[in-house]
């Protein structure tokens, strides 16, 4: 069997098998976007790992180092906001290549810094060493949550509203014009934006848990397609969503009409979005508006475990899920 | 400034600076085996991590999959070790290579289980992605421990004695052996698996926790001669190491004296030991003797700031640090 025969999630799947010794302090293990484990004093702990490897998940020329730092320590703010969780502290592990300068690792941890600076987060350590080929960075994160409002990705219910916080493709956009060498052009400066410099959506997730109007919720890694596909069958529930309805920024639709894309196609299926997605109350909306976030209703859950997009002229395509496997395929950005 | 000239002590020091920005939860950050925050239930939070790099740390030829997984995780138990606390959930990340085989990550996985299952620890989770050229490793290892018994680096006074809970030595000479095409000799066989088996003394750092006896404790994983140079540095103290009582198994007495190896220079300065090495009290033998474990006296700490080992001949040398720095050199096993 290969590796990229079963994919990260099959490879995940059979690895996952027999890592519970000391189950009766585990709420949540893999297959979410943190662990959660029970913590005296009625709050539970959160853990988020990542692990970034040059030439995979990035390029050392096409990312500066301050952007790379940030965007490393904003995916992790990410997953925490997904569980409705605070962030706490953050561990950073470096394995640095040999004609790496010391003012790279200092900007890189500038950025790094800044990054969980803004959300009250401490780097406390973690481990630095050389590496003979690509500059790798691991980050561990850990947070806490209330047990009765953490959202997890179970949970949604038949008839839930779909709802994310943030505008949809940008990012994908964004690498697009970096590999097509249109980072230049002036239309593509948002987008570029948003794929190097990602903003987790840590304070809507907290208004989101605060609420209590939130059933099931992911951040949006992967892409739509994929990342509802996680959410759906961890709830045992399928959904439609409303192309017109995903939101699409001014300069996605500028950018994708002048270079003959699928707006929709990238919304659908681009990933690094870093928006939360979350199944829940119609008055979710508001609860996210009235506290200064954007919120924009996307579809519907349903009973039945199929997952549709729904076009402008109302036909119906099975949504599927055409994001990033990591072991599958490769990006770079 | 290259890397290399600063080192990867020089190079923490410059990054640590304003990484804390919530002090009031921190009890010990970088600089100690692992961090320390502050809990509820009086219990403070460990977290330690560490990233494992091929052809850096290891070599995939040297070393059986099962094996790498089982020192993976042993080597964050022995930080968790070295602070007297209990290991509780692990988070490992893997980068894996294009030709790895599905059965030599379901083996490292093996390895990581069993050695993590054997201290009643859970995997929780972690990121899975590729790697284009080097496998990576990277374990993120939670842990608590008792607020006043907590042991740290400094602490150390004048008078203590210094006590290390395994013989010193093997492992550095387990690697000699690989590197030198000798591992298939008998007397190669107890410091080959010293080298690509550590075991993690947890059991022995809770004895000397619970004692109350120890004043600074870690663990020896860069060499003695480097290791208590951070340990004498954090407490402000010195030491004189007393060659003769160094505890040198026989297996490393026989391999030295079979290829003219100085054994005294391989404890000294062999990385990778993963026993413990505390200074306190003349009791703290009898109670580690007490419960199984292993003790042996091979110093004292000093309040003059320098460092000493005293030969048998009773002619007195610095203590220099010569083992290992992740960014100066590389090793291999």
Known sequence: VKLEDLGEFGL??????GCIVAPERVVVDIGDDCAATENAGGRLRLVTTDLLIERVHFLRRAITPKQLGAKAMAVNLSDIAAMGGRPLDAFVSLALPDDLSVEYVEALYDGLREMSAA??????GGDTTASLADLVISIALTGEVERERMLRRRGARPGDRIWVTGTLGDA????????????ELPEA??????HLGPQPHVAAGR???ESGLGHA???LSDGLSSDLRHLCEASGVGCVVDASALPISPALRTYAERFGL???????????????????DAGLGAALGAAGHSAFAIGEIRAEPTRWVQR????????LPRGFDHLRCRDAG
């Open 312 to 319: 402008a002229d109302g036909e119906r395509h099975p949504l």
């Open 119 to 124: 959300f009250g987060v401490n780097i406390l």
């Open 262 to 280: 699928d707006p929709i196609r990238l919304a659908l299926d681009g990933g690094e979005d870093y928006v939360l997605c979350v199944a829940g």
């Open 217 to 219: 919720m992911l951040d």
């Open 189 to 194: 400066a948002p987008l570029v934006a948003r």
């Open 172 to 183: 994908a956009a964004g690498l697009d014009a970096i590999l097509q060498q249109r980072a």
């Open 12 to 17: 995940i799947a059979r690895l996952a098998r």
């Open 207 to 209: 208004v989101i848990a």
